[in-house]
């Protein structure tokens, strides 16, 4: 068994921002935008674009491994992000911590198949807030001395010592959103990583400039400043191909998208990860996804996700505009 592609790893080291065309054409391109029906971009733009990706895992879905196995450490977020039901201000979850045990019983399961994708070490959390992340990078490159291992975080918490700890622990790939809002602060934090950070791990901290405030998809119907989509949409989604999501008590969610755990697909500390990912349920789901048919849940049923992640080939192009058209 093997995992479904490689994770493509963009160059690291550098603030990615928006050149000078993007930021004068992404005003007209917003307004544009809000005059077409979100039904009318899923079902005719992105519909038949995530052919792409249903072609990719079409013939042999039932065999493949995840590419991504995220893990959400700690269950809470110090942001205020408008689109995310776990910012302060929106926070619909309780605060929870994986406990050791689960968290080393799921790397274990890893290690039997000789898993080599991407481990992610945050869903829709902050994971600095987790004081023993470290520790349990550690671990997992111990054991998992081939796998991908990335953190993301939105920066407020970020500190040279934890970057370089996490460094240290075996993390591959540390991305910090930079947000607009929080400017003053998280620049500082960033600024001040990066003078602390050596030239080779420099090449592995990658900076996103994003407005908290921004619209993006609707999450599955959780995120607070958009609604559900009327209807379900005609296009194929890739993510219960490609990613299994574990939270703190081992519960494995539908996707990334489902941030309240509506629908539990079983639980991994119990089942095991891979009695999970390959139970009836899960396959149920592929299937009826692979017909095009977003009814296979009642979350996919009004989630306005555009059901792939990158366009490839000669498509590629494209991914940075339709990161305007969300």
Known sequence: METHERFDVEPRGQVVVPGPISRALRPLIARVRARIPDAWIGNWVYGP????????????????????????????????????????????REDRAMPWEVFTGVIDDLVRVNWTGRLA?????????????????????????????????????????????????????LLVNDYVAHWREVRENIAAALAALSPKRKRKFIVYQRDQRMTM??????????????????????????????VYDGTVSLCCMDLLVQTPI????????????????????????????????????????RGFKTLTGVLRPFNRLFNVLK
């Open 266 to 305: 079983g639980n991994a500390a119990e089942q095991g990860v891979w009695n999970v990912w390959f139970s009836e349920r899960y396959r149920e789901i592929r299937r009826r996804l692979l017909a095009l048919d977003r009814r296979a849940t009642s979350l996919c049923a009004v989630c306005d996700y």
């Open 121 to 173: 070490f945050f869903v829709n959390n902050e994971p600095l807030l987790d004081q023993g992340l470290e520790d349990k990078v550690a671990y997992a490159r111990s054991r998992l001395p081939r796998a991908f291992f990335q953190l993301s975080s939105n920066g407020l918490i970020l500190s040279p010592a934890r970057a370089n700890a996490l460094f240290d622990a075996g993390l591959d790939d």
């Open 49 to 92: 674009l995530s052919r792409q990706a249903r072609r990719r895992v079409r013939d042999d879905w039932e065999r493949l491994l995840p590419t991504t196995v995220s893990l959400e450490t700690r269950t809470i977020c110090n942001g205020r992000c408008a689109f995310c039901a776990a910012s302060v201000q929106n926070r619909a």
């Open 217 to 246: 998809f609707n999450r599955a119907g959780t995120a607070p400043n958009k609604e559900v989509a009327p209807r379900p949409l005609r296009a194929f989604c890739q993510m219960p191909f490609t990613q299994i999501n574990i």
